[in-house]
């Protein structure tokens, strides 16, 4: 069974660029959660999508935004890059809503803001 | 405002001893607590959980105890390996509204040969 997939692996973007991640979630999964990491931050929680349908979000400005596909494939925009946006950004797959199962993370987009 | 914390944000370990890494939380409503294990370019993985109704799980090396008097988790890994070397997360999930998880901050573990 394949695990959860995000794609790219690594990204640099300039200041005010936009970026896209990509997340495959497991097989039958149909709950993806968003992640951001940085040092000395932990996981922050950015959002979580259940069956195409915005369920929970963090504490995020209004540039990060995502959205599920009816495959539960899903997708993070962050529009109007600032630096510190640079971090790991992880995506998560459980099979019901996220909390009431464990979590699958992917192994995660690294985002550089140059 | 965080509210699961990792104080300890590095341990180092001698191989065979046993290694505890702790973890304290806020609100008495959370419910369930897990423990995630995260290598360098790698995503986290899940270690072990704990629901609220128990104050210990044990799955082989890994035992997770739970104190809720004192809001207080801890991992105890024994005997500790040098593969065992990695950033280990604490997260617990919110009982209000739609769930999620919160996670500490990370340990970084380094267990030495």
């Known amino acids: 069974k394949a695990g959860v997939t995000q794609t790219p692996r690594y990204l640099i973007k300039t200041r005010g660029q936009q970026v896209t991640l990509s997340c495959s979630p497991i097989s039958g999964h149909r709950s993806v959660s968003w992640y951001q990491q940085t040092p000395g931050q932990g996981l922050q929680f950015l959002f979580e999508y259940f069956s195409e349908t915005q369920r929970n979000k963090g504490n995020f400005p209004g540039r990060f935004s995502g959205r599920q596909f009816s495959n539960s494939r899903s997708e993070m925009n962050v529009s109007t890059l600032e630096l510190g946006d640079s971090a790991l950004y992880l995506c998560?797959?459980?099979?019901?809503?996220?909390?009431?199962?464990?979590?699958?993370f992917g192994q995660g987009t690294r985002l550089t803001v140059v | 405002d965080q509210q699961v914390k990792q104080n300890s944000p590095s341990l180092s370990v001698q191989e065979g001893r046993i290694s505890i890494l702790n973890c304290d939380y806020t609100n008495s409503m959370f419910d369930y607590f897990l423990w995630y294990k995260k290598y360098p370019a790698e995503g986290p993985t899940f270690l072990i959980s704990?629901?609220?109704?128990?104050d210990k799980n044990e799955d082989g090396r890994f035992t997770v105890f739970l104190n809720k008097s004192a809001k207080h988790l801890s991992l105890h890994i024994v005997p500790s390996q040098p593969g065992d070397s990695a950033v280990y997360f604490c997260?617990?999930?919110?009982?209000?509204?739609?769930?999620?998880?919160?996670f500490g901050t990370g340990t970084r573990l380094k267990v030495l040969a």
């Open positions: 704990i629901s609220s109704i128990k």
């Open positions: 997260a617990t999930r919110t009982t209000s509204g739609t769930y999620k998880y919160i």
């Open positions: 998560a797959s459980s099979w019901n809503a996220g909390g009431r199962t464990e979590a699958f």
